[in-house]
DNA sequence: TATTATATAAAAATTATTATCAGTAAGGTG
DNA sequence: CACCTTACTGATAATAATTTTTATATAATA
């Protein structure tokens, strides 16, 4: 909270209710959720604020570097209130989307620039299988 | 050419003049056109096909796994002929996409299995970074 | 040939996202 | 605290990629 607020000033962004509650609930879910989803979740808490509101709040805090946007692949952007570049995971039986550490696929980026030649800035690693949950499901 | 009429018959798909100058301007370019790109290139040898048609093409031949679905996080999908999955690396200054050689990090999806307990079916890797050209340039 | 299934083109519909704009609130300054 | 500037909000319209629909055409099959 303070944190966001502090950063927001920083970058001569306004703090509002708005993009606190946005920021807050990104940073208390392990989904990944949408803006749709997002403006879904805080519509009982917050039921005068806008969808256009929610994906200009999204915008600014990606902007601002304080959120990051994924491209999963669906119809829409998914958001991450993780910013560090990690790999995520999705299940492709419950479309749910998790967070993978990054610890383990340190020297890729390494290698991918020496087999290049491109100055490799940053990364976007999906990888699409069958989550442990769905996995036992299925053997049933 | 002859291997497509095969491959589309094989998967109870109509061999038709759309598909095949689809499938051909594809496997002949090593960009990644997007849907509207492919149209237009076709305009003047195909006049008469419409944008929904390529819509429906790309469709049945990504069902089909004769092509593959990328999508570098723009606002539109590119399509790439190459069908086993490989990593693409994309210059920001450019928006140049080139393939590159996954051999580099076949060891990748072992790991992440072993460390995700998921099945991996597939993934998706995206380099974002400037290109050898782009840096020549730049430093001139 | 008659029948059936699938493909096409054109247009309309859908849907995620962006732009517009009038009203409002934040944060600074005196 | 009152004022001021600027950024933000909310409602809605606009945009653009994609999908669906519909009518027609083509091919496969009996």
Redesign the pocket.
Same mark, same amino acid.
């Given at each position: 909270m303070k944190e966001l $607020?502090q950063q927001? +000033?920083e970058?001569?962004?306004?703090?509002?209710?708005?993009?606190l509650a946005?920021f807050q609930m990104l940073s208390n879910t392990v989904e990944h959720p949408?803006?749709?989803t997002i403006y879904k979740a805080l519509e009982t808490t917050?039921p005068?604020?806008?969808? $256009?509101?929610?994906? +200009?709040?999204?915008?600014?805090l990606k902007k601002a570097s304080l959120i990051q946007?994924l491209n999963v692949g669906?119809?829409?952007?998914?958001y991450d209130a993780r910013t560090h570049s990690h790999p995520h995971l999705i299940c492709v039986s419950c479309c749910k989307v998790v967070d993978m550490d990054s610890i383990y696929l340190n020297d890729i980026r390494e290698r991918v620039e020496k087999n290049s030649d491109f100055d490799i800035l940053d990364e976007k690693i999906y990888f699409y299988g069958v989550c442990p949950n769905c996995k036992e499901s299925k053997e049933h």
């Amino acid at each position: 909270m303070k944190e966001l $607020a502090q950063q927001l +000033k920083e970058k001569n962004l306004k703090v509002t209710p708005q993009r606190l509650a946005i920021f807050q609930m990104l940073s208390n879910t392990v989904e990944h959720p949408s803006a749709e989803t997002i403006y879904k979740a805080l519509e009982t808490t917050h039921p005068t604020m806008s969808l $256009a509101t929610v994906y +200009k709040t999204l915008d600014a805090l990606k902007k601002a570097s304080l959120i990051q946007e994924l491209n999963v692949g669906e119809d829409c952007f998914r958001y991450d209130a993780r910013t560090h570049s990690h790999p995520h995971l999705i299940c492709v039986s419950c479309c749910k989307v998790v967070d993978m550490d990054s610890i383990y696929l340190n020297d890729i980026r390494e290698r991918v620039e020496k087999n290049s030649d491109f100055d490799i800035l940053d990364e976007k690693i999906y990888f699409y299988g069958v989550c442990p949950n769905c996995k036992e499901s299925k053997e049933h």
